[in-house]
C-alpha cells in the first residue's frame, strides 16, 4: 500500500499503539475462553483481565466503583443504552444542536413514539452551547440533560463541568457524550458532576473497533435492553440487578477489551496532558496555515485550547466529496467527507446538505503530514 496520511481519527483511532496488537495477539491465543462463564485456568485468566481493565478505566475518569463500568460495542450502544434505559413516558430531554445522531436519533425516535419530549439549546457561530438558555430550559418534567463533550463536526469543547454543575443543582441526571473527548481530555466523573458517560474504545482510547464502555453513577438505574447469560444467578429467569451483569448480558469482546486495556496504559505511560498538547499544537499549525489559503473556509473556534483536533471546512466552489476523493487518490489522505453523522450541526453551519471535509487528527499525526496536507489543499484550490 502507498504511503497513507490518516486524517480520520474521529471515526477510529489509527494506527493503535503496537503494545495494543500484541495484547490482542496474545490474549486471543492464551486466553480466548469465555470469563466469568467457567472455573477452569483459562476462563478465569481471561475474567481477569476484563476485570482488570474495568478497573483500570474506572481510575482513568475517576470511578469509585468499577462494577459501575459497563463494556459495550461502541459509543452508540453506550448512548443508547443509557437513553432508552433511562427515559420514561413523559420526560423532557434537554440536548444540543451539535449532538451525532447516535444521540438524536434514539431521542427523536422516542419522540416519535410520543414517550418524550426534547429541548434543543443553541450555540454561538464559534460552537459554544449557551448557558443561559439551559438554565431556563429545565422543566418539572426534565429527566436528562445529554450533551456532547467535543464536536465532532467543528471540535468544540462544552464546559461539561460548569453543565454538570448546573444539572446536580437542578437534580437532573447529567450525560455526556465523550466519543471525541475520551482519551485527550481529562474526565473526572466525580469532579465533572456526570451521571452517565458514554465513550468508545476505539477512538483515542486506542482499543480496536468493537469496544466501548459506559459509566453508570449511583443516581442512576437503568433497564437494560439485552438480557441473557451472564455467569451470576444462572438459577434466577431474570437478569440479575447488580451491575455490571445487569446491562452486560452475553459474551463481551474479551479480545477487544483486552486491547482497550492495552491502549489505555499506553496513555498513561505517555500521559494525556503530553498527549493533548502533542494534538493541540497541530490544531492551531493546522488552522493557522488554513487560514491562509484564500477560497478556504473552516468552521467553528479558531481557539486551539477551546477545541479539540477535529476540523472542517469546505473550498470555496467545491463539492467536498469531490475534495475528499482527490486527496485520498492523488495526495494519499485519508479524511471524512460529508455530513458527519450530525445533521442539525450542519444544518447550523449552512453546511447541509453537501457537508465538509473533516480533518480529525491523532496523537500519531505529526507536523510534517500537515505541511503536506496543507500543501495538497493549496494544490486541490488553485
Ligand atoms: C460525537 C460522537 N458521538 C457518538 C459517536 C458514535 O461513536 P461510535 O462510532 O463508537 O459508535 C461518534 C462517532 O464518531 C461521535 O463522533
Redesign the pocket.
Known amino acids: 500500500m502507498k504511503r497513507i496520511i490518516y486524517f480520520d481519527n474521529?471515526?477510529?483511532s489509527w494506527p493503535k499503539p503496537v503494545s495494543v496488537y500484541r495484547k490482542m495477539d496474545e490474549f486471543i491465543r492464551k486466553w480466548g475462553a469465555n470469563p466469568g462463564r467457567a472455573g477452569h485456568r483459562m476462563a478465569v485468566g481471561a475474567e481477569r483481565i476484563i476485570e482488570e481493565t474495568r478497573y483500570q478505566i474506572a481510575q482513568f475518569f475517576g470511578i469509585k466503583d468499577y462494577r459501575r463500568i459497563i463494556f459495550t460495542?461502541?459509543?452508540?450502544?453506550s448512548?443508547n443504552i443509557g437513553i432508552k434505559g433511562l427515559l420514561k413516558t413523559g420526560d423532557d430531554v434537554i440536548t444540543t444542536w451539535l449532538?451525532?445522531n447516535?444521540?438524536t436519533r434514539p431521542l427523536e425516535g422516542l419522540v416519535k413514539k410520543g414517550i418524550i419530549t426534547v429541548t434543543r439549546i443553541n450555540h454561538s457561530e464559534d460552537g459554544f452551547i449557551d448557558l443561559e438558555e439551559l438554565h431556563n430550559a429545565f422543566t418539572p418534567k426534565t429527566r436528562l440533560v445529554v450533551v456532547?463533550h467535543?464536536?465532532?463536526v467543528i471540535g468544540t469543547l462544552q464546559p461539561i463541568r460548569e453543565i454538570g454543575k448546573i444539572c446536580k443543582e437542578k437534580g437532573i441526571i447529567f450525560m455526556v457524550?465523550a466519543?471525541?473527548t475520551a482519551g485527550v481530555i481529562p474526565i473526572d466523573v466525580e469532579r465533572d458532576n456526570i451521571d452517565l458517560l458514554?465513550f468508545?474504545g476505539?477512538?483515542a482510547l486506542f482499543g480496536p473497533t468493537g469496544t466501548?464502555g459506559l459509566y453508570v453513577g449511583r443516581r442512576v438505574n437503568l433497564e437494560p435492553w439485552r438480557e441473557g447469560g451472564s455467569g451470576v444467578d444462572s438459577e434466577s429467569e431474570l437478569q440479575p440487578r447488580e451491575l455490571p451483569f445487569r446491562l452486560e448480558g452475553g459474551t463481551i469482546n474479551t479480545v477487544g477489551v483486552a486491547g482497550l486495556g492495552a491502549g489505555i496504559s499506553f496513555i498513561q505511560k505517555e500521559g494525556i496532558e503530553k498527549i493533548r498538547q502533542h494534538e493541540m499544537e497541530l490544531t492551531k499549525y493546522l488552522l493557522q496555515k488554513l487560514g491562509h489559503i484564500k477560497k478556504i473556509r473552516v468552521y467553528g473556534s479558531q481557539n486551539g485550547e477551546k477545541r479539540i483536533g477535529t476540523i472542517s471546512f469546505n473550498i470555496k466552489d467545491l463539492n467536498p466529496a469531490e475534495v475528499g476523493a482527490i486527496l485520498d487518490e492523488s495526495f494519499g489522505i485519508a479524511c471524512r467527507t460529508g455530513l458527519?453523522?450530525?445533521p442539525s450541526t450542519h444544518k447550523k453551519l449552512g453546511t447541509f446538505p453537501e457537508g465538509a471535509v473533516r480533518f480529525s487528527l491523532g496523537y500519531f499525526n505529526t507536523i510534517e503530514e500537515v505541511d503536506f496536507a496543507i500543501d495538497s489543499l493549496s494544490q486541490i484550490s488553485a
Not at 73 to 77: A, F, S, V
Request: glycine content about 8%; proline content about 4%; overall charge negative.
Open positions: 474521529a471515526a477510529t460495542l461502541n459509543c452508540t450502544d448512548l449532538e451525532h447516535s444521540v456532547v467535543g464536536s465532532n457524550d466519543a471525541q458514554a468508545p476505539h477512538k466501548g458527519h453523522c450530525a
